[in-house]
């Protein structure tokens, strides 16, 4: 099983700011990496596929990179709707593991 | 409309057994590749099972496996999870979840609440 981990753990930022985010594979999972946003008694929204490519309707402001086993999601400007727990996902295998989140809180 | 829809969750006692159903609308059920992910209270998110097209292959969660079930009905455009041998770490929201033909998750349902608990 390909574990994924996700750095910090939480994550305080002032709006306006940028947020970088971090999601490590305990192997290579080439470019199949997705990023998700849950907000409280939501579900979860896609955000990023294919490490770097915006789902539909998913302002410019976010932003994913990286390959292999090391990804980053970036948000260039905090919004206040931007306040969420964030997820890694991969999906080289069709098991799909998370990452454990990022809680990013306002500072 | 295309929605995901679960529905089965509820009070069980641990050892007991659910049923869970997913009913999909407004895409070629058939088509996809499906799953169940689910999320313990106050967690994150946890694959659980994932079935292919015609269920030729599945694939369990090893805290999960000899347990749970994933199983399909394309005619009824159907998702079900057959829960036995329940346990208090089964309590979660369960999610029904396609797989884009790409491999990432790309529709979610509501989710349905297990409580395994005496």
């Known amino acids: 099983e390909i574990v994924m981990t996700q750095s910090p753990a939480t994550l305080s930022v002032s709006p306006g700011e940028r947020a970088t985010l971090s999601c490590r594979a305990s192997r290579s999972v080439s470019s199949s990496l997705a990023w998700f946003q849950q907000k409280p008694g939501q579900t979860p929204r896609l955000l990023i596929y294919a490490t770097s490519t915006r789902a539909t309707g998913i302002p410019a402001r976010f932003s994913g990179s990286g390959s292999g086993t090391e990804f980053t999601l970036t948000i260039s400007s905090l919004q206040s709707e931007d306040f969420a727990v964030y997820y890694c996902?991969?999906?080289?295998?069709?098991?799909?593991?998370f990452g454990q989140g990022t809680k990013v809180e306002i500072k | 409309q295309v929605q995901l829809v679960e529905s089965g969750g509820g009070l069980v006692k641990p050892g007991g057994s659910l049923r869970l159903s997913c009913a999909a609308s407004?895409?070629?059920?058939?088509?996809?590749?499906m799953s169940w992910i689910r999320q313990g209270p106050g967690k994150g998110l946890e694959w659980v099972s994932y079935i292919s097209t015609r269920s030729s292959f599945t694939n369990y969660a090893d805290s999960v496996k000899g347990r749970l079930t994933i199983s399909r009905d394309d005619a009824k455009s159907s998702l079900y999870l057959q829960m036995n041998s329940l346990r208090a770490e089964d309590t979660a929201v369960y999610y029904c979840v396609r797989y884009a033909r790409g491999g990432w998750f790309d529709l979610w349902g509501q989710g349905t609440l297990v409580t395994v608990s005496s």
């Open positions: 996902q991969q999906y080289n295998d069709w098991s799909g593991t």
């Open positions: 407004g895409f070629p059920f058939s088509d996809y590749y």
